[in-house]
């Protein structure tokens, strides 16, 4: 299996701008800048599309090894927040935190941390990423509501 993104980058780094599109058409030519990198400019940034790879990822490996244990969940709300930091003259991705509000009927705290923490060590996404990954992961008897 093999998913694709094209990006079109005109211009230099500092005035310069891209535009980021997916094979399904779910990004289709959004932009992205060095602006929206480091700033707050409507569009994206390599970061954010991180740790929506990096949430989506983990939701649905945490869903698979919970499924294997006979267990269903009724919602999984996965935050990641994608830290980059300047090392010397190189920037570098330094931190990937998962925060996870979990609503499953029927599983213990301590059942629940290790299949959570399992799922975030075995995620593809985890896997491909070479830094510090945390994860906060709370049982919620409460509503999840979806956070923008």
Not at 77 to 103: F, M, P, Y
Not at 136 to 146: H, I, S, V
Request: net charge negative; proline share 4%; charged share 20%.
């Amino acid at each position: 299996m093999e998913r694709k993104a094209e990006v079109l980058w005109r211009g230099n780094l500092q005035q310069g701008q891209g535009e980021v599109s997916t094979e399904s058409g779910a990004l289709k030519k959004v932009p992205y800048s060095l602006m929206r990198r480091f700033g707050n400019e409507p569009g994206t940034n390599p970061e954010e599309l991180i740790a929506a790879a990096h949430s989506s990822c983990f939701a649905m490996a945490l869903a698979a090894a919970l499924t294997q244990q006979g267990i269903t969940p009724e919602s999984l709300q996965v935050n990641a927040a994608v830290s980059i930091e300047k090392n010397g003259n190189d920037w570098v991705i330094t931190h990937s935190n998962l925060v996870l509000r979990a609503k499953i009927p029927g599983i213990d705290q301590n059942r629940f941390n290790s299949i959570a923490e399992e799922a975030k060590n075995n995620c593809p996404v985890s896997r491909l990423l070479d830094t510090e990954i945390s994860l906060d992961a709370t049982l919620d008897e409460g509503e999840l509501r979806a956070q923008h």
